[in-house]
């Protein structure tokens, strides 16, 4: 019942841009650090972004740093990852998951389906 609902994927060219969304439904969002993860065909989860409740604190993995933010807005109980400069490896399903801990995503409890983005010429 308590789960996350992404938002926001699609079919995009390398260079260009996309916004993803991630919102609750059932809970509010407030008291959780929000990650963002995919998986590409063949290989494993991979985390790539984190921030905490507050949104004062946020980590990005090598893969994607300078290229993608993340960030929250609380009071609509939704997080976002603008994705820019898209490469064709950035090809996965894209999850978001609520962390128990305010300001790590570790402890993951509640995932959302996911979003496909492609990334293709």
């Known amino acids: 019942q308590l789960q996350l609902v992404e938002s926001g994927g699609g079919l995009v060219q390398p260079g260009g841009s996309l916004r993803l969304s991630c919102a609750a439904s059932g809970f509010t969002l407030d008291a959780y650090a929000i990650g963002w993860f995919r998986q590409a065909p063949g290989k494993e989860r991979e985390g790539i972004s984190c921030i905490s409740s507050s949104g004062g604190s946020t980590d990005y993995a090598d893969s994607v740093k300078g290229r993608f933010t993340i960030s929250r807005d609380n009071a609509k109980s939704t997080v976002y990852l603008q994705m820019n400069s898209l490469k064709p490896e950035d090809t996965a399903v894209y999850y978001c998951?609520?962390?128990?801990?305010?300001?790590?995503?570790?402890?993951?409890?509640?995932w959302g389906q996911g979003t496909q983005v492609t990334v293709s010429s």
């Open positions: 998951a609520a962390s128990l801990l305010s300001r790590r995503c570790e402890r993951t409890a509640y």
